[in-house]
């Protein structure tokens, strides 16, 4: 993909956050790979790592060669809170990095900031900053 003339590739599907990097193209581009995002909304409570990921967001800009350049890239950390209300099962995407919503309680707290820690790392010698 790198090779055809991509300038960023981003990927989904594995469900666990995983790095982002550079790739080297064959006409010598460096080209943004973001292996997987993570997820954004599941049921899936197995894992702290399977229920959390990030928001990417991309600055690009165009060069007077009229070629396009990624100039920043940021995350933003997120945690799928699974809450009862009226009888029934809710799920919301939340940021991981803000303070949690009224009604969350300790433990849901505890596998919050768990799931920031997985993505956290996952990204922690990749070009991207925290939002």
């Given at each position: 993909i790198a090779d055809s003339g991509a300038d960023a590739i981003i990927g989904a599907g594995s469900r666990v956050a995983q790095s982002i990097e550079h790739l080297n193209?064959?006409?010598?581009?460096?080209?943004l790979c973001a292996w997987s995002l993570g997820t954004l909304m599941s049921d899936?409570?197995?894992?702290?790592?399977?229920?959390?990921?990030?928001?990417?967001?991309?600055?690009f800009e165009r060069n007077p060669a009229d070629t396009v350049?990624?100039?920043?890239?940021?995350y933003t950390p997120t945690?799928?809170?699974?809450?009862?209300?009226?009888?029934?099962?809710?799920?919301k995407c939340l940021a991981a990095d803000r303070t949690?919503?009224?009604?969350?309680d300790n433990e849901q707290?505890?596998?919050?900031?768990?799931?920031?820690e997985a993505v956290q790392k996952a990204l922690e010698d990749s070009p991207a900053v925290l939002r």
């Open positions: 193209a064959e006409d010598g581009r460096q080209v899936d409570r197995s894992a702290a790592n399977r229920i959390g990921g990030f928001l990417l967001h991309l600055t350049e990624i100039t920043r890239v940021t945690y799928v809170w699974k809450y009862r209300q009226d009888n029934q099962y809710y799920y949690p919503p009224d009604g969350m707290m505890g596998v919050m900031n768990r799931s920031l």
